[in-house]
């Protein structure tokens, strides 16, 4: 069984539809890159996951650990391991970034009286610094108070390294970044991959295949207009970068056209999802 599966999940925002059946697995020691065009459903399936109640789930269910994900408060999802790194980190003027990693890292780790110790504490949060190359100084600073988009993007990491998720979500954590940014907080991500060694799994949600360059996918999934519609290796990412999504989008309907059983169909190496 897959550490978290998304099975026929419709949602919607109002009364416009926005995720039309998506389907997905996804397990602790994987990477699944997803991407596809603006306005796909990607961002609202990372919303939907971390429990935003501005979606509205319409069919289909979320099982996480084989327990009904959507049952649960954001709080809760929290708590049993699911961190999202949002696209736009908002500021928290007034809370200092070791405060409040201070109490995150406390709820995650069951201190339900009281905060972890502040020894404790100060010793984890060095070594994580150490380990991802970030400044102390951020530290002491409001949360995304005045911070670069890069300086928020490391800040992310650093919360996602402290709180030690079983599944993250990195929602265009790329986007806004400059290469040497980019470079930065791969490398952060890799190291913390790396150091899990297999109890950690991420969906990494983008538009560009720039980050894959730097943190290899062991899944790469597209999505056009709330749907899942093909999945490949690594080298789906490849194909996108020299093609676009149109390529994609192009052989998805020819193949769509021919398709009379219902299901999916491989053809060179890719699952082509089609909907009936």
């Known amino acids: 069984m897959a550490d978290l599966e998304i099975k026929d999940l419709t949602v919607q925002v109002e009364d416009k539809v926005i995720l039309k059946g998506a389907n997905l697995t996804l397990s602790k020691g994987e990477v699944h890159a997803l ?5 796909s459903g990607k961002s609202t399936l990372a919303n939907v996951l971390m429990g935003n109640p501005f979606y509205q789930v319409v069919k289909g269910e979320v099982l996480y650990k084989g327990q009904d994900l ?5 709080d809760e999802r929290a708590r049993r391991g699911l961190f999202i790194a949002f696209q736009y980190p908002v500021s928290i003027p007034g809370v200092t970034m070791s405060s409040f990693l201070r109490t995150a890292v406390s709820a ?10 502040v020894g404790e504490f100060q ?6 610094m150490d380990e991802l190359k970030i400044e102390p100084a951020i530290v002491s600073r409001y949360v995304n108070e005045g911070f670069s988009g890069g300086e928020k993007k490391r800040a992310e990491i650093l919360q996602m390294a402290m709180l030690e998720p079983e599944i993250a979500i990195m929602d265009e ?3 806004g970044l400059d290469i040497d940014s980019v470079k930065v907080v791969s490398d952060g991500v890799n190291r913390m991959l790396e150091r899990a060694k297999g109890t950690m799994g991420i969906l990494l949600i983008t538009h560009y295949s720039r980050i894959l360059h730097f943190i290899k996918p062991s899944y790469v999934h597209v999505m056009f207009d709330g749907r899942f519609v093909v999945s490949g290796g690594p080298d789906l990412a490849e194909e996108l970068e020299q ?3 149109e390529g994609i989008k192009a052989q998805f309907e020819v193949i769509a056209a021919e398709v009379q059983a219902e299901g999916a169909v491989r053809r060179a190496g890719k699952v082509f999802w089609v909907e009936h």
Do not use: I
């Open 35 to 39: 991407m596809g065009p603006n306005g």
């Open 243 to 245: 093609s676009g999504y």
């Open 123 to 128: 010793k984890l949060l060095k070594q994580k």
């Open 70 to 74: 959507l049952a649960m408060s954001p």
């Open 108 to 117: 995650r780790r069951g201190y339900d009286k009281e905060l972890m110790p």
């Open 173 to 175: 954590t790329d986007s």
